[in-house]
């Protein structure tokens, strides 16, 4: 990490937003779809994104999940507290809930998902489906309780740091 990151500037939000536009636009012509996103700290981008699903042949390769990987290669952590994305569309669960995960307080977004319906883009139908009961569904949700022959891998984990497995509860 370089001191530049950490020096604050007062940079219009307005202009993060438009540079995720922007890379959503110039992916197009890179064979990608039209997303971008990036990450700011410290009022500075850290990290850039774009849709690479099909170039990469990767599911997850949205471009906020692309940000926020290398916005955590450059501060070399997996929490991103602090952070703000700026993405040029409303961001899919996938990409809310692993940003959330990361710890990140804010996003921003620019077309929401009725503006990108009309050319295949929007994410609101997952949305609505995870609000379903698991039984309604496409993705089958299976649990099968194990039958624990060998370590429990979380009380594995709690004690390979040393922390009583009650600690938790
Ligand atoms: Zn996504």
């Known amino acids: 990490m370089t ?12 202009v993060f937003l438009q540079e995720a536009i922007d890379l959503a636009v110039t992916n197009i012509s890179e064979g990608g779809r039209p997303f971008g996103a990036v990450v700011v700290k410290y009022g500075r981008v850290i990290s850039r994104g774009v849709n690479e699903i099909n170039l990469s042949n990767d599911p997850t390769a949205h471009a906020e999940m692309q940000a926020v990987r290398a916005a955590s ?14 993405a040029s569309g409303h961001p899919c669960p996938m990409c809310l809930a692993a940003m959330r995960m990361a710890g990140i307080s804010e996003v921003t977004y620019a077309f929401t998902n ?6 295949g883009l929007s994410t609101a139908a997952i949305y609505e489906e995870l609000g379903m009961t698991t ?7 299976v649990h099968v309780p194990p039958e624990i022959t060998g370590q429990h891998p979380y009380e594995a984990w709690a004690n390979a740091r040393g922390i009583p497995a009650t600690a938790f509860s």
């Open 73 to 86: 290669q450059v501060l070399q952590s997996p929490l991103l507290e602090g952070c703000t994305v700026y």
């Open 135 to 141: 039984s309604l569904r496409h993705l089958r949700l």
């Open 3 to 14: 001191t530049t990151l950490v020096t604050p500037t007062s940079v219009a939000p307005d």
């Open 114 to 119: 009725r503006e990108a319906e009309p050319y």
